[in-house]
């Protein structure tokens, strides 16, 4: 038990490019899968919390969306307001770089003058460097310190957890002396219906074309829990074309049966209890343009 007196507690902010690797990050820094990660960009669309303890240290991480210089939509110009609001919010700012590409990125160059523009400071934390030559590191490294004054630099990856825990007890050592916010076992405080929307969104996009994942979004709309432990969850995805919905659906359904299966299975092994799925897929063209949706997603609503 940590003494009261003792503790320290402070949010992080991971922040980044569209598939930086934040969110393979996070899991990694909480030890347990809290936010969806798939090869797609713009996966996350909303903060997602991750909450580790590290010696008398509670470190709250915040995933946030990946940060993108194009910003046609609204649900895009949303995403990219929370990704800032994060980053406003925290007590550190760790920007997380895809090591394997040269240079440095338009969306990268726009964080970094975002983050200048605040007067905020930043670690770094250079990603998937397990894919680098080792010889490539250090001049990768010196060209964003060039671009911005980081305090610290880390080479990690997220993937195999290479680096990750020296940046955690880094990270740890900096936090403000202050009450957990949250119980000691706690991994997110995700709401278990976003949570489980979350998981099916994930499974649509791992396993359908390119294009249309973006064009979707998952919303629980029943949850209901039984006295055998089990609970019944109720979720609509909805789509923006007649055509998107025969796409999800698959040939006689196929498609989605198999989304349900494996985002039950992911759920069961998430809630630790049985899960009953019911996925039902609706065309509704305009869901980028309605708040409730967007409210749903945990996201404010941007003019």
């Known amino acids: 038990m940590v003494d009261e007196a003792q503790r320290r507690c402070g949010l992080v902010a991971l ?4 598939n930086a690797g934040k969110s ?12 969806i990660v798939t090869p797609k960009v713009q996966t996350t669309r909303t903060r997602v919390t991750g909450i580790a303890i590290e010696g008398t240290t509670q470190l709250v991480f ?32 760790v920007v ?33 460097v397990d894919l680098i030559k080792r010889q490539e590191l250090l001049p990768r490294a010196a060209q964003l310190n060039e671009a911005f004054d980081f305090e610290k630099t880390f080479m990690i990856s997220a993937q195999t957890g290479d680096g990750v825990g020296d940046l955690r ?10 009450p957990w916010l949250f119980a000691e076992d706690d991994l997110s405080d995700l709401p278990e219906r976003l949570l489980a929307a979350e998981v099916t969104r994930e499974q649509l996009f791992l396993k359908l074309h390119d294009e249309l994942p973006y064009d979707l979004m998952v919303e629980t ?33 196929a498609t989605v049966k198999a989304i349900n299966l494996a985002a039950r299975k992911e759920l069961e092994a998430q809630l630790g209890r049985r899960v009953h799925l019911f996925l039902f897929v609706k065309v509704r063209d305009t869901w980028p343009d309605d708040p409730e949706r967007f409210k749903a997603m945990g996201l404010d609503w941007v003019e």
């Open 169 to 178: 007890k880094h990270l740890a050592g900096l936090m403000p002396e202050g």
């Open 62 to 93: 915040v995933d946030t969306p990946g940060i993108f210089t194009r910003t046609k939509r609204r649900l895009e110009r949303a995403m990219v307001a929370s990704a800032w609001a994060g980053a406003a919010d925290a007590d550190q700012v």
């Open 221 to 253: 709309e029943n949850w209901k829990d039984f006295k055998d432990g089990s609970v019944k969850i109720q979720q609509v995805i909805y789509v923006r074309r007649d055509s998107q919905k025969s796409i999800v659906l698959g040939k006689g359904g």
């Open 96 to 128: 997380v770089v895809d090591g394997t590409k040269k240079g440095i990125g338009d969306d990268a160059r726009r964080i970094l003058a975002g983050l200048k523009e605040g007067k905020r400071k930043a670690i770094l934390a250079l990603n998937k």
């Open 24 to 35: 393979t990050l996070l899991n990694q820094l909480v030890g347990a899968k809290v936010s």
């Open 15 to 18: 922040v980044g490019a569209p």
